[in-house]
């Protein structure tokens, strides 16, 4: 009775505690372990989210809504929560296996918001743009994976330049050169996709490449050879020199083009022996058909110059002789030389410089459409330097942002507390349920002597009358 009227000190709460400590321990590990896990993955699973935020930046960004790349490919900013491009990122690497994008889509667990930037180029604006991609934790095995792979999500459109093959070879490309008619639309080809190069080397910026070079070197490199080739030149040695690219089908083809020019100068000299009887017959002075006559006879000399460069193709490739004009028809004709057999004979001297000439107006070509020529170094440099000017700054230090669920060191530390207030209050029970117990044994023994001595302790009444005689 002396120990309830005392009451439970502090000493005797720890002592209590102290006598349960192991099982206490035991309980509060395994309550700690069990409340981290499910908070962990309970709440994550059930509404944790991580959010990449960050500002892209690409090179000739003019549309707050679009972007188009040099293929005229477009990457709308909505498309970053698309199935294609989500689908993209997951296999491009083999820790991205385990997210399931089908569901991700379909349970809306993925968003994204983006607001665009406009900054002042002169008359033009450029934009940059604000992005917030947020998905479930649920989908991603941890924090680390989740961060790889909205990391590179963020960096799709970027990635994207160095995918394009973008076709610089407007004009070269295809059978366009090589089924051109003759040199001289070959030459012009080559004029326009060096002009059309030079104005896309013109536009690179002040950047380096992969290998630390300038984009200036490469202008300079490329400036330098075209000023050299000197096409104008090229192009008027073809008219001098009377070189036929397809010589053969060409010669074939003016021989049916002089039949042609006779009949057309035979009727066009007809005209004119026409008007001029028709005005001579009825006095009419030539005055006044001045400009009718004129035209007939400059028709009339064009006629005749085209046959005369016909025949000079004729006698650049083969052996022979123009025939004198006949003076009715005025018509004439090439008499080719030929051999014994009937065959022609040609001038291998002008073949061979036919072919030479052909040779140098392929050795341009090539020196732009090689797979180390001019078009494919632009190509290369293109992606590279596209990359390079382009850029994403994050927002978070930690580049993504955990929301709506709870960290692992978080859910550790009140898996602990809670934990060990639970091993604490359980190590306190049971030591005090033990310590009554023991105690409730000890005091049985004592109650029981205390009533055996009551029992036998005699009266007052015995102890003055032991005998027990009546005292009356």
């Known amino acids: 009775m002396e120990e309830e009227e005392k009451g439970v000190s502090l000493m005797d709460i720890f002592h209590t505690i102290y006598l349960k400590r192991w099982l206490g321990l035991i309980v509060g590990i395994a309550v700690a372990v069990v409340f981290t896990v499910a908070m962990y993955f309970g709440m994550n699973a059930s509404g944790g989210r991580y959010e990449i935020s960050f500002t892209l930046s690409m090179p000739n960004d003019t549309s707050p809504s679009v ?124 004029k326009k996709e060096i002009s059309y190069l030079s104005g896309l080397y013109n536009s690179l910026g002040n950047v380096v490449d992969d290998n630390g070079v300038s984009a200036a070197i490469y202008k300079q490199q490329f400036t330098a050879w075209s000023e050299r080739q000197d096409l104008d030149s090229i192009l008027s040695e073809a008219a001098s020199h009377r070189y036929l690219k397809n010589w053969e089908s060409e010669i074939a083809k003016y021989e049916s083009d002089v039949i042609v020019l006779n009949e057309q100068i035979e009727d066009t000299q007809n005209i004119l022996a026409n008007i001029r009887t028709y005005l001579k017959d009825n006095n009419i002075p030539s005055a006044d058909a001045a400009s009718v006559i004129a035209s007939f006879e400059e028709k009339y000399v064009n006629l005749a110059r085209r046959r005369t460069t016909i025949f000079s193709y004729f006698s650049n490739y083969y052996e022979g002789d123009v025939s004198e004009e006949d003076p009715v028809t005025h018509a004439q004709e090439f008499q080719f030389t030929v051999t014994e057999t009937g065959e022609r004979i040609v001038k291998a001297d002008h073949v061979k410089a036919t072919e030479d000439y052909a040779k140098k107006i392929r050795t341009v070509y090539e020196q732009l459409t090689s797979s180390d020529g001019f078009i494919r170094q632009y190509e290369e440099l293109s992606k590279q330097l596209n990359v390079k000017s382009s850029s994403i700054s994050y927002i978070s230090p930690n580049v993504i942002a955990s929301t709506g669920g709870i960290g692992l060191l978080k859910a550790a530390i009140l898996g602990v507390v809670i934990g060990l207030v639970i091993g604490v209050v359980t190590a306190y029970v049971a030591g005090y349920v033990s310590q009554f117990r023991v105690r409730r044994r000890q005091r049985v023994p004592a109650e029981a002597q205390a009533a055996l001595a009551v029992t036998e302790e005699p009266s007052e009444e015995v102890k003055d009358n032991p005998s027990g005689e009546d005292k009356q």
């Open 67 to 190: 972007y188009t790349y040099p293929d005229s490919d477009r990457f709308y900013y909505s498309d970053y929560t698309s199935d294609s491009v989500l689908e993209e990122v997951k296999a491009s690497d083999e820790d991205f296996g385990g997210i399931n994008i089908k569901k991700m889509i379909s349970k809306n667990d993925i968003s994204c918001k983006e607001t665009a930037t406009e900054i002042k180029n002169g008359e033009s604006s450029l934009y940059t743009h604000n992005v917030t991609v947020s998905v479930k934790a649920k989908y991603f095995s941890n924090e680390g994976v989740a961060k790889k792979f909205l990391s590179a999500l963020a960096y799709y459109p970027i990635g994207q330049f160095a995918e394009k093959d973008v076709n610089y070879n407007v004009y070269l490309n295809g059978n366009d050169f090589e089924n051109a008619i003759d040199f001289s639309a070959q030459v012009d080809y080559l």
